[in-house]
T-cell receptor, first 115, second 115 residues
Framework: AQSVAQPEDQVNVAEGNPLTVKCTYS??????LFWYVQYPNRGLQFLLK??????LVKGSYGFEAEFNKSQTSFHLKKPSALVSDSALYFC?????????????FGRGTSLIVHP | GAGVSQSPSNKVTEKGKDVELRCDPI?????LYWYRQSLGQGLEFLIY????????KSGLPSDRFSAERTGGSVSTLTIQRTQQEDSAVYLC?????????????FGPGTRLTVL
């Protein structure tokens, strides 16, 4: 079975400060991990993914995420937040050995960047 | 190139009526998903198509929901005898074959309101 948790419903950060949006997961085999962003009244947009290799993954708009196998985490980070980063962020996981091609999505975290 | 498109963007209907929602995936994408997103909720998986294989219908909430994918391309999600609890944003996503952990590309969604 596969599952993913985003423990924070909302994250508030001041513009220019670093931001972190948390994600933890549970899988039987190796995880495929994804981050998506959803701006108001839009569909989800892919940010970055971890499949294998380097634990630090860099993605769109200056975002990055670090895969931590021992802590089963894949937190999304950005060194300096912008007001335009305010959106809903979703973490998703798929178990490489799960036999299902259906990713499981977290409930989403609302990021609010204050000017 | 063109992304995933969905129509209509908004649909208002009366309780008990049938509705059809359409999804045009990215050309060449063999996998297609339907999700439902209710206010304040995450993504609820509905149904998954992969090539010519039988669809995975495990997420459909009731037998009032059905979907088909014609010619491996366009998909239609049909909700019969709509209920007020069906009100939500219905998202479609497509991807290349998932064996290699390819990401999903989402459409803008159809906002369904059942009066």
């Amino acid at each position: 079975a596969q599952s993913v948790a985003q423990p924070e419903d909302q994250v508030n950060v001041a513009e220019g400060n670093p931001l972190t949006v948390k994600c933890t997961y549970s899988v039987s085999g190796n995880p495929y991990l994804f981050w998506y962003v959803q701006y108001p009244n839009r569909g989800l947009q892919f940010l970055l993914k971890y499949i294998t290799g380097d634990n630090l993954v860099k993605g769109s708009y200056g975002f990055e995420a670090e895969f931590n196998k021992s802590q089963t985490s894949f937190h999304l980070k950005k060194p300096s937040a912008l007001v335009s980063d305010s959106a809903l962020y979703f973490c998703a996981v798929r178990d490489e050995k799960g036999g299902s091609y259906i990713p499981t999505f977290g409930r989403g975290t609302s990021l609010i960047v204050h000017p | 190139g063109a992304g995933v498109s969905q129509s209509p963007s908004n649909k208002v209907t009366e309780k008990g009526k049938d509705v059809e929602l359409r999804c045009d995936p990215i050309s060449g994408h063999t996998a297609l998903y339907w999700y439902r997103q209710s206010l304040g909720q995450g993504l609820e998986f509905l149904i998954y198509f992969q090539g010519n294989s039988a669809p995975d219908k495990s997420g459909l909430p009731s037998d009032r929901f059905s979907a088909e994918r014609t010619g491996g391309s366009v998909s239609t999600l049909t909700i019969q005898r709509t209920q007020q609890e069906d009100s939500a944003v219905y998202l479609c996503a497509s991807s290349l074959a998932l064996a290699s952990g390819n990401e999903q590309f989402f459409g803008p969604g159809t906002r369904l309101t059942v009066l």
